[in-house]
């Protein structure tokens, strides 16, 4: 199991059909372009100067939408993941 | 539903017919370019080093200008949506 | 009526006429150049990460000077304005 | 009367020759030349993101010497000034 | 030994062929290349603004993927070592 | 005399005879050169973001070495100083 | 003697031989290269924005390695020193 750091947070990318499936389009091209997928593990939380965890608003099991090219991607067990900061995601789908 | 993250919100951009009718024309392209929409949904507002989450001054119903080139466009259910943070908001419209 | 966020100020540009009957003239323009407008309306201040407001040191109806190349124009209800930051305004004239 | 904000100054340039007498001499014309003025008027200080306004050191009537290139020229009721931030000012001259 | 300072740790690299074999590959070359590796010494964590002390998420034993192009190698004692900031720590292994 | 603001300090050169005797020699000319002078004067400190002044941790009369680019030059009743910044100064010669 | 300011520390430079000696060589000359050395003085800490000195890790006496391309070279007293910030440090070797 990959276990984030921080900030960081773990995503297994939504396939090209499901995606169009939930109807995430992108209108302009010139636009930075978001992607979609599914968070699979969140890190503790990024750690403030005054020593504070604060926690992640996303959790595992939410849907995603994030900018494409945020992150660094990972192949684990035979997986393909990506690991991007909290900061990077856009919204939640619900 | 997309639920925005933190500081950032969901704008539905308005129509550029209604926009003439509302009067925001740029009268020097030279400038940065405003453009105006709704907004249909707010994140929870930004956490300080302090650990507290500062709401944000924009709600939900609101019509906002804001920087042409700001933010990313999705599509979700077949509508265009822009998701943008708070500070690229330059006003509301009342 | 426009209503702006945070720390920014919105202004109607003082023409170029009573510009000069104001004496804000430039005299070298290999500097900066100011220009000189009336604030019409004040954003609720800028919130710091203690969450603390700071209210603004500008007023509505205070004539101030600004940089030039600073903020972004707005066409509304038939009249320009000028969206800004205070931390771009030099000073009030009184 | 021009009123600073915050952290800036209004500053009266002093003439050339007067810079002269003053004995403020370039020796190297390849580093940052300073230059001399008088202070006019001061803002009521920075305010800090703990909302604790910070009086500035210098005063008005102080003469001061600062970086050549800082700060904006206005001309305002037929006098030169210079506005600047208090920063930019190297030294009172006593 | 090595002992790192503040929020830096040291990691014995992964060889290939233990990294294939768990499994960390990477799909796509454009993206930054994570690598992996064993932490054999963490220093004692940051010191905030505050005076106060941040330990560390990683410890000795962990192993971890990071950035490729991260840290400073040494060869220390006949062995290979890369010394690298936690923040680019991606994920711990578990 | 000038009273430098709040983290500056004013040095006198010290000539380059006497830098040679007292043994400041750059023995590597791709590193930044550093250079040798004596405080004559110092700021009343920088004031933080809590309102607090700090001393500073040279004091006039120090003999100090700094980076050769650092600072701004001037010269006043005939003599050449040089104005820079507490943080430029490497170290003090005891 | 050179007493360094703030959160820099002298380094006396460990000689080639002495460095292969002591075993850091460089696998990968892409990468930034370390240096090694002992400390001979330290600073008495950086002071932050609450007023509080944060003493040093480093300690005199201390053997180091560093990056090769940090901090400033002097000759005091006919020997080479370098003086850097103590975040330039890698590790202390032990």
Redesign the interface.
Known sequence: ??????D?I?IELVEQEEKTAS??????SA????QEGHVV?VG?GK??????R?AL??ATGNRV?F?KYA????????K?YL?LR??D??????
Do not use: F, H
């Open positions: 199991m990959l276990k984030p750091l921080g960081r773990i109807g995430i389009v992108l209108p302009d636009k930075e372009k978001p593990a503790s750690v403030t100067d005054n020593g504070e604060i608003d996303v939408i900018s992150g660094t991607e990972v192949k684990y067990e035979g393909e690991i909290q900061d995601v856009l919204a939640i789908v619900e």
